[in-house]
Every structure is written in structure tokens, then in C-alpha cells.
């Protein structure tokens, strides 16, 4: 304490003082202290009033693919060719970083033949791949088309597994899990458990564990294929169902809608999804 009374303040309890006054109880001391911050320099009012546009980084990489400006790859899928940019699509996926830039790839290569995609997913996936939107289905489908969105985000999805674009392929999956019908279950179900969407899987189990569309769904073609080419998921569907004979409370939750099921905790760009707050109840929020 001695030692420490000349260093900048004076008025220091010297240790007899200390071990002999009320603060002290059991050989411990409780300090308040009052810390002062000194600003270096003057807080003025703010004279002036400059607007920042939102990014638009997305809409200039757009207009680089659409305009087809130092493109220098081409894809060839089925009957129609795309260009494209090697630096935009390495930056986006690791399979075209390895295939272009990795230590087997060839940064010459200037022509890509494209296999097991459609022209129109493809479209989709750098439409994504250089905007990081979800595409526009008018944007790639025609509209005298009997494809619909389903059918975009179903396709889309697997492709985004195969070239590693993890945000697209949680974008489809939230696409789906607000799709999901009688007619789309079955394959939506099939895709799930092929690609790893738990989330994507478990809507669809808990849809077709609906006992008001259980014999639409059982009589469709899409049950037919799904007993061919995936009979584990039928044993899981069993049991699922099973389990809401065994607590018919479960069917409650299907009252609300009897053809479609929206509630998984993924969001859509400019979505709406739905959760369930801490009381039980259903709440819509923006994703």
C-alpha cells in the first residue's frame, strides 16, 4: 500500500487500517468502482443525409450471364448450349472449382458436356449459381408448360446436391416442405431420403400419416413407384402411421387443411413461414 500512495492518487487505506476497519469480512473486500471513458474526439450532429442504395451485385453478375460478355466456358445439356464465366461458378461451387482449378481439373477446358440435367434445370441452377436468388419459375419454364414448381424445385434440388450448392438445395427443400400435396408426396418423399433432407423427409411422413388423404395417396402412382424403388420408406410410413393409431391425438393437427401441409422451419426468399411459439400456438412469420 506504501509503495503505491505517490503513483497518481493519495488517499490510500494504509493495511493496518484496512485489516482493522468494517470492510474487511473473512479476509475479503467488495469494491465499487466508477470508471470514467474520455472521448478523443467531438460528437457533432450529423449534417448531412446520403441515401445507400441496396446491392446490386446480384443484378450486374446477371447481366455478365445474360449478356454473355468474357464468357469462356460453354455447357452443352441435351439440345442447347449455355456460356457461362470458369471464376463465377469456382467462386459458387467446389465441384466446378475442382473441375475447372483443382489439381485434376483443366482451367482450358472451354466445353462441358452436362448429363442426367435438363436444359431448363440447369438454367435454373446459374441463374441461382450468379444471382444467389431462388429462380423465378417464369424466368425458366415456359408458361404453356404442364411443368410446374414442384416439378422446378424437385429437379433443382437434386442438382444443387450434385454441384455442392448448399443454400439453393435448403431453398428447394423449403420450397417443397410448402408443396407438399397428394400428388407430390410420394416422389417429394423419395427425393428426401435420397439426398439427405431430414427436414424435407420428416413433412413428408407426417403429411402421409394424414388418415383423410391416407387412400387418395395409397391409390396413386406416385405410392406405386415409391413401393418399387424405395419399400424402407413404406416400413418407415407404417410405422408412422402406427404410431397415430396408437395416439389418435395426432390426426388433431391435420383439421386445418386436408391437401397441403406448410410448416417446416425453412424460409423461402420473401417467404412466409410458420413456427410455434413457446405457448404452443402457431405464428407466421417472414423469412
Known amino acids: 500500500m506504501g509503495m503505491c500512495s505517490s503513483r497518481g492518487y493519495k488517499r490510500?487505506?494504509?493495511?493496518?487500517?484496512?485489516?482493522?476497519?468494517?470492510?474487511?469480512?473473512?479476509?475479503?473486500?467488495a469494491l465499487t468502482c466508477t470508471v470514467g471513458i474520455v472521448r478523443m474526439r467531438l460528437e457533432s450532429q450529423k449534417h448531412y443525409n446520403i441515401c445507400i442504395p441496396p446491392s446490386n451485385m446480384g443484378q450486374n453478375f446477371l447481366g455478365l450471364l445474360e449478356s454473355e460478355v468474357g464468357c469462356d466456358v460453354v455447357f452443352r445439356v441435351g439440345d442447347e448450349v449455355f456460356k457461362a464465366h470458369k471464376l463465377i461458378l469456382a467462386a459458387r461451387s467446389p465441384v466446378f472449382k475442382a473441375q475447372f482449378f483443382g489439381h485434376v481439373g483443366n482451367p482450358k477446358m472451354d466445353l462441358v458436356e452436362i448429363e442426367d440435367v435438363e436444359p431448363v434445370i440447369f438454367k435454373a441452377m446459374l441463374l441461382f449459381i450468379y444471382s444467389d436468388k431462388y429462380p423465378d419459375i417464369h424466368q425458366v419454364i415456359d408458361s404453356m408448360s404442364m411443368r410446374t414448381s414442384t416439378f422446378l424445385a424437385q429437379h433443382l434440388l437434386a442438382a444443387a446436391d450434385r454441384f455442392d450448392l448448399d443454400r439453393l438445395k435448403l431453398l428447394c427443400e423449403a420450397k417443397l416442405c410448402e408443396e407438399v400435396n397428394v400428388e407430390t408426396v410420394s416422389t417429394t418423399l423419395a427425393l428426401a431420403e435420397?439426398?439427405?433432407?431430414?427436414?424435407?423427409?420428416?413433412?413428408?411422413?407426417?403429411?402421409?400419416?394424414?388418415?383423410?388423404?391416407?387412400?387418395?395417396?395409397?391409390?396413386?402412382?406416385?405410392?406405386?413407384?415409391?413401393?418399387?424403388?424405395?419399400?424402407?420408406?413404406?416400413?418407415?410410413?407404417l410405422n408412422a402411421l402406427a404410431e397415430v393409431d396408437?395416439?389418435?391425438?395426432?390426426?388433431?393437427?391435420?383439421?386445418?387443411?386436408?391437401?397441403?401441409f406448410q410448416g417446416a422451419d425453412l424460409g423461402i426468399d420473401g417467404g412466409v413461414n410458420e413456427a410455434t411459439n413457446q405457448n404452443g400456438r402457431r405464428t407466421r412469420r417472414r423469412a
Open 12 to 29: 490510500f487505506f494504509k493495511r493496518q487500517q484496512l485489516e482493522d476497519s468494517d470492510y474487511l469480512k473473512d479476509d475479503s473486500i
Open 194 to 237: 435420397h439426398h439427405g433432407c431430414k427436414q424435407l423427409k420428416a413433412i413428408c411422413l407426417k403429411f402421409a400419416t394424414n388418415p383423410d388423404i391416407l387412400g387418395d395417396l395409397m391409390h396413386s402412382d406416385g405410392y406405386k413407384k415409391l413401393e418399387e424403388i424405395c419399400p424402407s420408406l413404406i416400413s418407415e410410413l
Open 246 to 260: 396408437a395416439n389418435p391425438s395426432l390426426h388433431l393437427s391435420w383439421k386445418r387443411s386436408s391437401s397441403s
